[in-house]
Every structure is written in structure tokens, then in C-alpha cells.
């Protein structure tokens, strides 16, 4: 019974998924996605994302890290969107990773916004899949296995929040080696404001 109970809540927590990522790529078409940006401090959000990531790990064989440099500013953010970033790209770590760790990195970059990195030790994504990431329903043909685990929305997604944010998001992978997700956003004006 625990183990169908287990599948049932799996499937259901997957449903959900499914229904929340086509409702969120609807308001982005038709325009009525709207953030609600704020000053945030980067580590205590990241601290309170990393908890929730902990519940997204298929195996005790991998570590959740977390490096943040120490003059980091306040990011010019919408605090939920950010998070759901964040889960999105911990979530598709988690299901190509093994073992190992899957590590997010921040700091400000040269250009003055804050850059996020999550990266992981797992499979890796194919050289020709690269350009096709951030596609909407795009799932790697590399390993079919894997792909039913994902709607093929979520990337797609952080893509649109990013750039919504006015950030940049990317991708660099090896196969057998990880990847890295890497993404800006603005940093807070003295007032407050982007």
C-alpha cells in the first residue's frame, strides 16, 4: 500500500507540474505574467530555496551545495518567480545526476548584474540538444528513459522569467562530465529599485 500510495502522490505531483507549467507559459503569451519585484538578499534566499531542492533528490548519493561570494548585492527581483527558477533548474539536475552534487554558485559579475550558476555531475547533455534546451517540449531524444520524467516546459519557463526579469540565461554541458545552468539578473539600486 505505502509503495502505490508512493506512485499515485508521484504521478499526481507530476499532473500538477504538467498543469502549472502549460497555466504559466498561457499568462506569458498573453501578457498577463506579472512580476512583483522587490530588494532580496541573495543567501537567505537561496538557504530557503535549498530546502525545498532537498525534497526534489532521488538519492542520498548526491550533495546539495551552495557557494555565495560574501559582497554580494541585493538582487531587483520577484522573490516567487525566482524561487521557481531556481526549483525548476534543481529538479532537472537531479534527474540527470547520479551521484555527486549539484552545486549553485553566485556572484557578481563583471557587468554588474548577479550571476547564479547551477551545476551538476551528471550526463551531460548532448552537443546537438544544446541549441534546443530552452525550446518549449523539447526533451532529450538521448535518453528516453530520462525523458518521461519531465514535461519539457520547465526550461522553456526559466527562460521566459529570466529574460522577464531582464536577465540572460545560457547552457554548457560535456557528456559524462555535467552541466551548468548560468543566469543573470539585476542588481537593487540604493532605493530599492532595478
Known amino acids: 500500500q505505502d509503495e502505490w500510495i508512493g506512485r499515485s502522490l508521484a504521478a499526481t505531483q507530476q499532473v500538477l507540474r504538467l498543469v502549472n507549467d502549460i497555466f504559466d507559459l498561457s499568462k506569458i503569451e498573453q501578457g498577463n505574467l506579472e512580476l512583483f519585484q522587490e530588494a532580496i538578499e541573495v543567501q537567505p534566499l537561496l538557504e530557503q530555496t ?21 559582497d554580494i548585492p541585493n538582487i531587483w527581483a520577484d522573490r516567487d518567480r525566482l524561487q521557481q527558477i531556481l ?7 537531479f534527474k540527470f545526476t547520479e551521484e555527486g552534487a549539484v552545486t549553485v554558485q553566485s556572484k557578481l559579475d ?14 551531460g547533455i548532448p552537443e546537438e540538444d544544446l541549441p534546443k534546451v530552452f525550446d518549449r517540449f523539447h526533451q532529450s531524444k538521448s535518453n528516453p ?37 548560468f543566469f543573470t539578473l539585476p542588481v537593487a539600486n540604493n532605493n530599492g529599485q532595478h
Open 87 to 93: 526549483v525548476n533548474l534543481f529538479s532537472n539536475a
Open 50 to 70: 535549498l530546502a525545498i531542492a532537498e525534497g526534489l533528490k532521488r538519492n542520498d548519493k548526491v550533495r546539495l551545495e551552495m557557494d555565495i561570494a560574501t
Open 145 to 181: 528513459t530520462l525523458r518521461k520524467r519531465g514535461t519539457g516546459l520547465g526550461l522553456a519557463i526559466c527562460k521566459e522569467l529570466v529574460e522577464r526579469h531582464g536577465g540572460e540565461i545560457w547552457v554548457e554541458s560535456k557528456v559524462g562530465v555535467g552541466t551548468t545552468f
Open 110 to 123: 563583471p557587468l554588474g548584474q548577479v550571476l547564479f550558476k547551477v551545476m551538476d555531475t551528471g550526463s
